[in-house]
T-cell receptor, first 114, second 112 residues
Framework: SQTIHQWPATLVQPVGSPLSLECTVEGTSNPNLYWYRQAAGRGLQLLFYSVGIGQISSEVPQNLSASRPQDRQFILSSKKLLLSDSGFYLC?????????????FGSGTRLTVV | SQQGEEDPQALSIQEGENATMNCSYKTSINNLQWYRQNSGRGLVHLILIRSNEREKHSGRLRVTLDTSKKSSSLLITASRAADTASYFCATDALGSNYKLTFGKGTLLTVNP
């Protein structure tokens, strides 16, 4: 069966510090991978998505970047965090071809920038 | 930008009652999906309805889709306290390359 792992669950970082959030998927190959951010009481904002190794599309210009060094690994990074980067970050995967498939989400990382 | 908008933003009902949440969207879609999120957790996929379908059932869930009105509804029958969560609709828009766009959600509270 497929599983998705996302860590850490919570993170408190000072302004200006770097960030690295990791997401891995097991039990499937060539998944589509996504990073979303959810502000308190709001919907999900798509940040990045990837349809293959090294293929990253950015949806929103911002202080963050993403990388996909392996087929089932998706990393969200920042060189210098801003207060506005605080939020709930969710990784998700879906079948890598065709439409009509739901997303499977990780359990999320609560990031607080102080 | 938000493709789907849920209505109402919050809904409070008693256990045993039915809960209906609505979603409106703006562009043509391949499919529309509903997700559930318990507080502080990831989202869980509930049901997917394709653009050529009008109604779909899964257990106590019933989803309808009206593509002419660009709207969908999620009905939870015989609600339970454990159904308390936020519910989001998400659209897979035509030409979106399988990306989902989520609404802001409806917070459902089921009182025991």
């Amino acid at each position: 069966s497929q599983t998705i792992h996302q860590w850490p669950a919570t993170l408190v970082q000072p302004v200006g510090s770097p960030l690295s959030l990791e997401c891995t998927v097991e039990g499937t190959s060539n998944p589509n991978l996504y990073w979303y951010r959810q502000a308190a009481g709001r919907g999900l904002q798509l940040l990045f998505y990837s349809v293959g190794i090294g293929q990253i599309s950015s949806e929103v210009p911002q202080n963050l970047s993403a990388s996909r060094p392996q087929d089932r690994q998706f990393i969200l990074s920042s060189k210098k965090l801003l207060l506005s980067d605080s939020g709930f970050y969710l990784c998700a995967w879906s079948v890598g071809h065709g439409t009509g498939y739901g997303y499977t989400f990780g359990s999320g990382t609560r990031l607080t920038v102080v | 930008s938000q493709q789907g908008e849920e209505d109402p933003q919050a809904l409070s009902i008693q256990e045993g009652e039915n809960a209906t949440m609505n979603c409106s969207y703006k562009t043509s879609i391949n499919n529309l999906q509903w997700y559930r999120q318990n507080s502080g957790r990831g989202l869980v996929h509930l049901i997917l309805i394709r653009s050529n379908e009008r109604e779909k059932h899964s257990g106590r869930l019933r989803v309808t889709l009206d593509t002419s009105k660009k709207s969908s509804s999620l009905l939870i029958t015989a609600s339970r306290a454990a159904d308390t969560a936020s519910y989001f609709c998400a659209t897979d828009a035509l030409g979106s390359n399988y990306k989902l766009t989520f609404g802001k959600g409806t917070l459902l509270t089921v009182n025991p």
